[in-house]
């Protein structure tokens, strides 16, 4: 098939070399697997141009009706972004976050104009920017052991990819803050209460639940549902233009701060952040440190400062090697 020709028609699934996802074409639907549950199916670059790339492909295949977005496992369907991709490629060089988030901002950008109904499989843990992917789908079914959570403000950063955007339209005010805010974990069925899925059920009938609403949106007129979904996206893609590009702006020059190194070295030495200190420094009472990597104290002052230096910035005492 000329490649022209597979750009307008898309092509069949086994064609994609993907590393991170699984993509399937079966009768009506496709099916976008996140397939990296040994790190809880987080989304690194990769991940994200993958999908981007699948998406695009289900839009333009006719033969495909509806799309399924679900995660490898029973533990996770997405916890969004790596985090140790973050603290590794990102963290001493925060202008790199503006490149990533480009490739972000595309994946939901084809995602909300793929054309067509999508649903969210949530075969697991829903957190961060795996919850923004949930709310970017249509209906979503959850299986009943699902836990849903924000985490931006316990983790150095703002869930401004979708959550602060479509959180409150879908939840209404009050409880997008708390959730928000406060970071904690909802269960499905709460989910269910508040509208951020559509069904829950047993994980044993996860799958037979995604197929029957799968099939009843195939009996739809696909026209006339295209341009019904194209009205709904009304504000959430008026929210979402409103804020994208400020909050891709922000991010990137927030990802080299204190606050996300903490964020980062909390969750990669699974320990909780010492929020007291964080006030302090803000407070200017704190040393002069401002805890962007690890800290050592001199052996003669005590005095704390960066693990890499060579010299005690206090009393001038040479470390040994």
């Known amino acids: 098939m000329p490649q022209l020709e597979k750009s307008l028609t898309g092509a069949p699934a086994e064609e994609f070399n993907f590393q991170r996802i699984l993509y399937s074409k079966k009768s009506y639907t496709a099916t976008i697997t996140i397939n990296r549950p ?13 999908m981007a790339q699948a998406i695009q492909d289900s839009s333009c295949d006719d033969a495909v009706a509806v799309v399924i977005f679900t995660g490898s496992g029973e533990k996770a369907f997405c916890t ?6 973050q603290e590794e490629h990102i963290l001493n060089k925060p202008n790199q976050y503006y490149k990533w988030m480009y490739a972000f901002i595309e994946m939901h950008d084809r995602l909300r104009n793929i054309g067509k109904p ?38 150095g950063s703002v869930a401004a990819g979708g959550a602060t955007q479509w959180m409150p339209l879908i939840i209404g005010d ?59 996206n009304f504000w959430r893609d008026l929210s979402w233009a409103m804020t994208i590009g400020h909050a891709r702006d922000w991010l990137t020059l927030h990802a080299g701060s204190m606050e996300t190194a903490e964020g980062l070295r909390s969750f990669r030495r699974k320990s909780e952040i010492d929020y007291a200190a964080l006030h302090c420094k803000q407070a200017g009472s704190a040393t002069a440190f401002a805890g962007h990597v690890d800290e050592k104290a001199c052996t003669d002052c005590g005095a704390k400062m960066a693990s890499n230096f060579t010299f005690c910035g206090e009393c001038g005492k040479r470390f040994s090697a």
Request: hydrophobic fraction near 45%.
């Open 38 to 50: 040994e790190v809880l199916n987080c989304f690194d670059l990769l991940t994200l141009k993958e």
């Open 80 to 85: 969004g972004a790596d985090l140790k991709e």
């Open 118 to 155: 999508t649903i969210a499989r949530l075969n697991g843990m829903t957190v961060g920017g795996g919850n923004e992917l949930n709310m970017a789908c249509d209906l979503a079914v959850a299986a009943d052991h699902v836990v849903i959570r924000q985490v931006g403000a316990s983790r």
């Open 174 to 232: 009050r409880r997008a803050r708390e959730m928000l805010m406060l970071c904690e974990p909802i269960d499905a069925y709460t989910a269910l209460e508040w509208g951020l899925v559509n069904q829950v059920v047993p994980f044993s009938m996860l799958d037979s639940a995604v197929e029957e609403l799968a099939v009843k949106l195939y009996n739809k007129l696909p026209e006339c549902t295209r341009y019904t979904k194209q009205q709904l």
